[in-house]
């Protein structure tokens, strides 16, 4: 299990991080796409997807915790995460050069450092990536146009399936997991800068990011119709975590 040494001096910094003024004019230079979103929700899945059709430039994280194995697959530094010691991520922090950073499950700080906005710049394509709810009010503070998209499975069972099926994840950590979930999808529900998408078809997924990217509006049908997914997905987690605690 990932821990963190440092977590209190973590929190205190990121209770008022604020990004340089060179990394504020970077960002404002920046087309950006934010996925949020409870774990397992498929996320990482729409992204390669998008990638892949060669638009999008898929932002690297820095995080602080090690490398783990997902479905016999081998995480690799630069791939999945840049993994960065926590004196180093500290370090980078009080210099402003991270657009957003958080604690994630109380086990480790994960955020978005300047360099992987130059990089899609000089590449010419929209950058994307997914964030934590703390991390995506940070940026739509600081970016009002950046285009943020909450992402649900389709319904309770099939999320929990998703679960279970990135590996041997600790009792403790499922319900560590979906605990937060409750407090994202309740945090989503609060805020208009959210966009809610239900991923229960990768390529409409796809093509849905896509439309937003653009500044499209959506189907007011088809908003409400994924606001209550979002709804029941938040009323079926906490009555789940209720009775595993009898």
Not at 51 to 75: K, L, M
Not at 151 to 173: C, M, N, S, T, Y
Not at 177 to 199: G, H, I, P, W
Request: proline letters at 4%; one cysteine or more.
């Amino acid at each position: 299990m990932n821990e963190l040494k440092y977590r209190d001096t973590f929190r205190t910094l990121l209770a008022d991080y604020r990004p340089s003024e060179a990394t504020k004019r970077i960002l404002r230079e920046t087309r950006l796409v934010l996925l949020v979103g409870p774990s397992s929700a498929g996320r990482n899945t729409i992204i390669n997807e998008l990638v892949a059709g060669g638009d999008y430039h898929f932002i690297v994280s820095d995080t602080t915790r090690q490398p783990r194995v997902n479905n016999g697959v081998p995480e690799q530094n630069g791939r999945e995460y840049w993994f960065r010691t926590e004196d180093d991520l500290l370090d980078e922090l009080r210099q402003g050069k991270f657009l957003e950073a958080a604690i994630i499950h109380d086990q480790q700080v994960s955020g978005i450092s300047v360099r992987e906005l130059q990089k899609a710049q000089a590449a010419g394509r929209i950058a994307i990536n997914e964030v934590e709810i703390d991390g995506a009010e940070n940026v739509h503070r600081l970016k009002p146009d950046c285009v943020i998209i909450f992402v649900v499975p389709p319904a309770f069972d099939v999320w929990l399936q998703r679960l279970h099926a990135r590996g041997k994840i600790p009792p403790a950590e499922i319900r560590r997991r979906l605990e937060s979930s409750c407090q994202e999808f309740a945090a989503a529900l609060k805020n208009d800068y959210y966009t809610f998408l239900v991923n229960d078809s990768l390529e409409q997924a796809a093509t849905d990011v896509r439309t937003l990217a653009t500044g499209k509006p959506q189907d007011p049908a088809k908003v409400r119709a994924a606001r209550s997914v979002v709804e029941r997905l938040l009323r079926q987690t906490q009555a789940y975590l209720e009775r595993a605690a009898e």
